[in-house]
């Protein structure tokens, strides 16, 4: 059972930064999944970035393509910086990892919530024109 804690979130005006973090409780193998999705209330979960563990392929959704980077350290810790954001990029953002399959670096993740089986409880992102 992997838990997942994210920290990190809060209050910014338009064209600030955060940097989110999400603490795992195990090491993932190399090549399953990692992800931020954001949601914001009556919306679905959309993938935000991903990144296959142990320094494979990262996706970043196109909405903040330039603006947001996804990486993972070598301690468990999964990062989100997000820079010049936007009234539209507030939302609860939340870590998943999917440890079901492990492919390829080359192997895109998943971009879906079912695509992923554990979740943190989430980090609420709120930015003020």
């Known amino acids: 059972q992997v838990q997942l804690v994210e920290s990190g979130g809060g209050s910014v005006q338009a064209g600030g930064s955060l940097r989110l973090s999400c603490a795992g409780s195990?090491?993932?193998?190399?090549?399953?999944?990692l992800g931020w999705f954001r949601q914001t209330p009556g919306d679905g979960r959309e993938a935000v970035a991903t990144?296959?563990?142990?320094?494979?392929?990262t996706s970043i959704a196109d909405s903040v393509e330039d603006r947001f980077t996804i990486t993972q350290d070598n301690e468990n810790r999964l990062w989100l910086q997000m820079r010049d954001l936007k009234p539209e990029d507030t939302a609860k953002y939340y870590c998943?990892?999917?440890?079901?399959?492990?492919?390829?670096?080359?192997?895109?993740?998943?971009?879906?919530?079912?695509?992923?089986?554990?979740w943190g409880q989430g980090t609420q992102v709120t930015v003020s024109a």
């Open positions: 990144i296959r563990s142990g320094g494979g392929r």
């Open positions: 998943a990892a999917e440890t079901r399959f492990a492919l390829p670096d080359w192997n895109r993740c998943g971009q879906t919530r079912s695509d992923y089986d554990y």
């Open positions: 195990e090491t993932l193998g190399r090549g399953y999944c």
